[in-house]
């Protein structure tokens, strides 16, 4: 599996920004998908996660009722519309595969960097 995020931007506080992630090399509608994100120092944080099909979605609560995941299994693609963006929203976002094997993220993409200015 190859996962491509891209999307990643300067915005101002407040702003909004739409992040992708281009999935290849596996059928993508059999798996579950997910964002995260790492500041500057910090530790990688989860974001946001969607079931396969995508009728499923979870937050982390720093980002619930900000931001939307959903997914196109039709264009392989998954998304991470980012609304009401603060500085501390300033990270490398990344895209991940879910396993149900291994119950566990098992295929990260290469990260697209966020920065919000306050």
């Known amino acids: 599996v190859q996962l491509q995020a891209y999307g990643g931007g300067l915005v101002q506080a407040g702003g909004s920004l739409r992040l992708s992630c281009a999935a290849s090399g596996r059928t993508f509608s059999d798996y579950a998908m997910g964002w995260f994100r790492q500041a500057p120092g910090k530790e990688r944080e989860y974001v946001a996660a969607?079931?396969?099909?995508?009728?499923?979605?979870d937050y982390s609560d720093s980002v619930k009722g900000r931001f939307t995941i959903s997914r196109d299994n039709a264009k392989n693609t998954l998304y991470l519309q980012m609304m009401s963006l603060k500085p501390e929203d300033t990270a490398v976002y990344y895209c991940a595969k879910y396993s149900i094997d291994k119950n566990t993220y098992d295929y990260w993409g290469q990260g697209t960097q966020v920065t919000v200015s306050s």
């Open positions: 969607i079931s396969w099909g995508g009728g499923s979605a």
